[in-house]
């Protein structure tokens, strides 16, 4: 059994997946000392080339090399890296520690080097069901490459995060194999379903959370952080001031407040919202707000003035800075549209249930 021990100075922190930097924010948040060895996200780009394709052409290059080819297929795709811009406005990162495709990097050359490795791979079925049931038969897979930096790199912690689908997905053959895997890696695994609203953070947001710790640092028991109370609502996170265009016309207010036509995937005035998603506000998803209509949303002949339940109402969208803040996040820049900032909020990690777990790990083991 693992003994428990005594606070340190540097954390030495890796992401994949890494979107907007919800690990990077819970270490700062709590005060703690970190170094971002690096980065990795390829901003929902994809590329035409398989992962066989690639390696095949680029047979003949330098790792270097290899890496700049990548890059240069993705510049290729004429597609902005929005994830990228958002993480470097608000991290401190350099181009030397940042990847743009998780599938070409050398986790060798970071051997030792990494204290925890956070990531949460795309769900996705198993390319193939052969005989060994684990390591290689997830070859192909976003997730094979995830586990095969924790082999090379051999963290002493690892966190992976994903939605509770997985539990289920393929008759629950997918999360039969992530197990046996992470079994094979020679750690210790501990796994629990998390929830934000239990960790501080007014949103249901249900996540399955595996942390693994190196055998070597002999950790047999591993408790997850107990639930705390409550005592934030959704209001406390949103702003005073909104300007008026997003406040929704006619067809999206009755939208919103017409269960019979959004059948479920509208919400109004929640003081704990529904899961964020990559979706929302999209075509009236997610959660909104209903208010008061003032003389100038009166005078403003774009925004529709409805009833709600026998009295005057106007619907507007969350903000994408309120969208952020309901994602634990602090002072966040923000330097991309809208229609990004939204999906990049939905496709991130509850700060605060990053927070309760490194806090947790913490009482197991030091960082030196």
Known sequence: MGKKREECIMIRLATVFSGIGAPEEALRQLNEEFNIVFACDNGERELEDDYDTIMADTAGLTYEERLQYVDNLYVGTGKVNYVKQSYFANHDITEDRWFEDVRFIDGQRYNGQVDILVGGSPCQSFSTYGKKQGFEDARGTLFFHYAELIQQIRPRVFIYENVIGIKTHDKCKTWKRIKEIFDELDY?????????????????????????????????????????????????????????????????????????????????????????????????????RLEAPTPEMRADDRIYIGTYEGVERVARKLMPEECIRLMGFENFKIVVNDINMYRQSGNSIAVPVLKAIFKSIKEYIQFD
Not at 211 to 220: A, E, T, Y
Not at 224 to 244: C, G, Q, R, W
Not at 245 to 261: M, V
């Open 188 to 288: 210790d695994i501990f796994d629990e379903v998390l929830n934000a609203s239990d960790y501080g953070l007014p949103q249901t947001r249900m996540r399955v959370f595996v942390v693994g710790f190196d055998k070597r640092l002999g950790i047999k028991k591993f408790e997850f952080p107990k639930p705390i109370e409550l005592t934030m609502h959704a209001t406390d996170y949103l702003s005073d001031n909104v300007p008026l265009t997003y406040y929704l016309g006619k067809k999206g207010f009755e939208w919103i407040t017409q269960k019979e036509k959004h059948e479920g995937r509208s919400r109004v005035n929640r003081e704990v919202i529904g899961c964020q998603t990559a979706n929302q506000q999209f075509n009236w998803t997610g959660d909104f």
